[in-house]
């Protein structure tokens, strides 16, 4: 991918190495601009990775008195840590929801029985880059008086509507949060993150966070921190926006093989949206009570494979002893740590060949 871009990419480093202005210059208020309008919002800031956008985008809203610390957030539970260790960070509590396990994004038949008088929000997570059913997430959120927010860290250039994440007013959450490590469908050369949203007041709380709480320089507003993204991200960011769309394009048209030609009945796939473009598969993961098996069959291939992931966050020492605390509340979560027991993550991205993606799947086949 970055051989593609070739010259782009070393004109990028050369211009801001030229401008002599590294943080908070002309790159990054021109891919803050480019990447809101890519998402169909009027707000994008651009902040230090994806963690930091979860964290700000929640503790500019406690700041704006639409959440209290010690309030409830409503979080999947096959999420990866991150979103999470986020909301803690934000002095909120997680509860974790079971996920649809065919799709494996928040189940949303299990919020109302998930709620309690303490539950003021929804975190969805966009999980290996399939959006969750946001209309329905939106509307039981509206019916209940919470707030929705997105961790869109594996889902750029995902739609529901014409424009990425969510575009008509029914459907609209408070704010997403992106991350742009360098293996995102859209990723930096190093650690990069976003809050994008439709409400400027709650866009620039995050900024001024995101710069010690400052709203002018040296007047401190907000207990904040240091979170910016630095102007060589921004235009390695810019530079490869163009393409955003036509990577994805080349993951949805290699997922659909495999959706179709992978036929062994000990690896289960997840099933091709109906929106096709509601997905931009991060990743691509398959389900086998022979997961480790499989792992080495086809390490034995030449064909690398991860589990995303292999413990899910109510299991992490991190955790232990955080529901006596009241900093973590949940049930039981069989369908979590399935997940984690059985998914597998497969070769996906858009520099794969058709006879890669041929071979892959011929070699899944022949696994017994």
Known sequence: MNRTLGDALRESFSDVL????FIRGSRCAAFEEA?????GKKACVGVGNGFDALTLMLKASIQLGRLQQGD???VPANTFVATVLAVRAAGLVPVLVEPNPETCVLDVTRLAESCSEKTRAILVVHLYGRLADMPAVCEFAKAHGLLVFED??????ATLDDRNVIASEAKQSNAAAYSFYPTKNLGAMGDGGAVVTDDLELAQVVKSLGNYGSVEKYVNKYVGVNSRLDEVQAAILLAKLPYLDSWNARRQEIAARYCAEIKNPLVRVTPVPANPKSHVWHVFPVFSERRDELQNFLKDRGIETLIHYPIPPHKQEAFAGAVTRGELRHGALPIAEELARMEL???MGPAMTDEQVTYVIESINAFA
Do not use: M, N, T
Request: proline share 5%; net charge negative; aromatic share 14%.
């Open 18 to 21: 030229d401008s002599k202005w």
């Open 35 to 39: 990447f809101a309008s890519y998402c």
């Open 72 to 74: 409830e957030v409503i």
């Open 152 to 157: 869109a860290a594996q889902s750029h250039g």
């Open 345 to 347: 993550s497969i070769p």
